[in-house]
């Protein structure tokens, strides 16, 4: 079985920054794609970021040069840093991992979901 611990988010206003993070954690063989996903009150859940192992990474348009993806293959964690927030990055942030796991495949993981509030 795989874990995915989200930790940071919170309350912030707009124009400021905040971080989230996410460690994978038990049968992993290898981690492919991370990504960070948001869910706003009544809507879909909506792709943010997404970095691949090698680095690669791809950004929703709302977001492109104010949050930042990255990851750190030794920890097995993705982070995201978001600047200049706008009322409507708040959302629940989830943060997903395509992990090569027991029995050998490619599962794909949820995290429990963090809440990102943006006060204007």
């Known amino acids: 079985q795989v874990q995915l611990v989200e930790s940071g988010g919170g309350l912030v206003q707009a124009g400021g920054s905040l971080s989230v993070s996410c460690a994978a954690s038990?049968?992993?063989?290898?981690?492919?794609?991370m990504g960070w996903y948001r869910q706003a009150p009544g809507k879909q859940r909506e792709l943010v970021a997404t970095?691949?192992?090698?680095?690669?990474?791809n950004y929703a348009d709302s977001v492109k040069g104010r949050f930042t993806i990255s990851r750190d293959n030794a920890k097995n964690t993705v982070y995201l840093q978001m600047n200049s927030l706008k009322p409507e990055d708040t959302g629940v942030y989830y943060c997903?991992?395509?992990?090569?796991?027991?029995?050998?495949?490619?599962?794909?993981?949820w995290g429990q979901g963090t809440q990102v509030t943006v006060s204007s």
């Open positions: 997903n991992a395509k992990v090569r796991s027991y029995p050998v495949g490619e599962y794909s993981y």
């Open positions: 038990g049968s992993i063989i290898s981690i492919g794609t």
């Open positions: 970095i691949t192992s090698g680095g690669t990474t």
